[in-house]
């Protein structure tokens, strides 16, 4: 099985930026079938930014699109989000997840997590 793990969070005011690294270790790894989501507290767990399973496309939820950049470097077995123009209301645990099929915007078509990464954006 892959093991995945973020790093890079932290604390931001808002305006600010942060890069998430996701590092993969494992027989196996397709960072084109990856995606992030995240999650803050007492609120349910959403899509953020992934690639499709072609690795060429890719899909973003509507309140980072612009603002969020995902990329990778298979070399390195690497998934990054870049995220530009932080607001408060994008403070939540972010997760890097592997997808073997499914819709690529939905949680449960995410078979593997990391142990996630806390962004918090102060006002």
């Known amino acids: 099985q892959v093991q995945l793990v973020e790093s890079g969070g932290g604390l931001v005011q808002a305006g600010g930026s942060l890069r998430l690294s996701c590092a993969a270790s494992g027989r196996t790894f397709s960072n084109y079938a990856m995606g992030w989501f995240r999650q803050a507290p007492g609120k349910e767990r959403t899509f953020v930014a992934a690639?499709?399973?072609?690795?060429?496309?890719?899909y973003y939820a509507d309140s980072v699109e612009g603002r969020f950049t995902i990329s990778r470097d298979n070399a390195k077995n690497s998934l990054y989000l870049q995220m530009n123009s932080l607001k408060p209301e994008d403070t939540a645990v972010y997760y890097c997840a592997i997808r073997s099929g499914g819709d690529v915007r939905t949680p449960g078509s995410y078979d593997n997590w990391g142990q996630g990464t806390q962004v918090t954006v102060s006002s």
């Open positions: 690639f499709g399973l072609s690795g060429a496309r890719t």
